[in-house]
């Protein structure tokens, strides 16, 4: 059930473009984007629902492709404060309408001057 | 508004104690969950609440109890401590959604078992 996050790290210089790919094995009804700095807890970057409905940053992107239940989050013009983990959270449907949120393993992303 | 709260930060027990990780959020949220986060694995899962009153198992809930009384409060209680279960903990809540909604997590606890 848990999702397949890649790459499982990433470096890149800033300004540099980065793609973090999230894959389940399940139908989702949404999938939600986190980012974790080291010793603090994960901050909410973006959700994306089923349907089509967004909600989050304007300058952090991201693609859900429903049909192949992957999503994609993507980062342009890569600043030093990008820096992190980054986890996605995929919420699936178990036992008629109950929901859950199960977490990928994430994605180290080093930006470095 | 101090969103979601964890006590205490840091915390050292020995193999067999028991304890209570305190978890408040003043959102007046209903949902509220606790995840065990170590190194490789991810956020898991512990229990989770919709509401007061209403609590049910996550993925990983074995040593581990939780309660539900008021809105606000979310304790952990940790029932006989094994090195197992030395890990960090967070607390989250969200609404109106729930589990499709923001997630906003406490600072964490920072728990070691010897």
């Known amino acids: 059930q848990q999702p397949v996050q890649s790459p499982q790290a990433v470096i890149l210089r800033e300004g540099e473009d980065a793609v973090i790919n999230c894959s389940s094995s399940?139908?989702?009804?949404?999938v939600h984007w986190y980012r974790q700095k080291h010793g603090e807890a994960p901050v909410f970057l973006m959700i994306?629902?089923?349907g089509g409905e967004q909600k989050g940053h304007d300058k952090i992107s991201a693609s859900f492709n429903e049909k192949k239940q992957q999503s994609s989050l993507y980062l342009t013009a890569s600043q030093l404060s990008y820096s992190g983990t980054y986890f996605c959270?995929?919420?699936?449907?178990?036992?008629?309408?109950?929901?859950?949120?199960?977490w990928g393993l994430g994605t180290s992303l080093a930006v470095n001057p | 508004n101090a969103g979601v709260t964890q006590t205490p930060k840091f915390q050292v027990l020995k193999t067999g104690q028991s304890m209570t990780l305190q978890c408040a959020q003043d959102m007046n949220h209903e949902y509220m969950s606790w995840y065990r986060q170590d190194p490789g694995m991810g956020l898991r899962l512990i229990h989770y609440s919709v509401g007061a009153g209403i609590t049910d198992q996550g993925e990983v809930p074995n040593g581990y109890n939780v309660s539900r009384s008021t809105t606000e409060d979310f304790p952990l209680r940790l029932l006989s401590a094994a090195p197992s279960q030395t890990s960090v903990y967070f607390c989250a809540s969200s609404s109106p959604s729930g589990t499709t909604d923001t997630q906003y997590f406490g600072p964490g606890t920072r728990l070691t078992v010897l």
């Open positions: 994306l629902l089923k």
């Open positions: 959270g995929t919420e699936i449907t178990y036992a008629g309408n109950n929901r859950k949120l199960i």
């Open positions: 399940k139908a989702l009804y949404s």
